[in-house]
């Protein structure tokens, strides 16, 4: 199993101050359409709904289909649980905050390779990829939240 958790500070000097509220909305509107927010992915629909907490999406990632299960906790995580694919498990977004009142977003995921041995060369050499991959999603994210807080549109 491939576990990886990073978190990077949500405000930065000379950007907007964002706060818990507009991260949130950021995070909404990326599990509903990742396309301006995951730089490696190039496919994301939603195929049903099961409430307004909760809904299936496809997705095109790095080359690879999955289909992911979204789970939106308001103001705090947003859960995708990868339901079909070669590469199974969990990745999620939180909204986390200091002693200080200092926000960051956290990113963590736990994936199965399917048909790969674990601990194998080629199991770190994907996850080495997914780190990087998912640093930048998070980056893009975050700039992405900064240009709405700005009143600039993104591609959604």
Known sequence: MIHVTNAVPVNEAGEPRLTRADVWAGLELKANNALPFVPAMTQCEVLERRGELEFDR???????HFVERITLEPESRVTFTRIAGDVLGTIANEIEEDDAGELSLRFTFALVL?????????????AEGMKVDYLKAVEATLTAIRRVARGETVGV
């Open 58 to 64: 496809e997705i095109e990632f790095r080359g690879q």
């Open 114 to 126: 399917k048909g790969v041995a674990p601990g194998s060369a080629e199991e770190a050499e994907y």
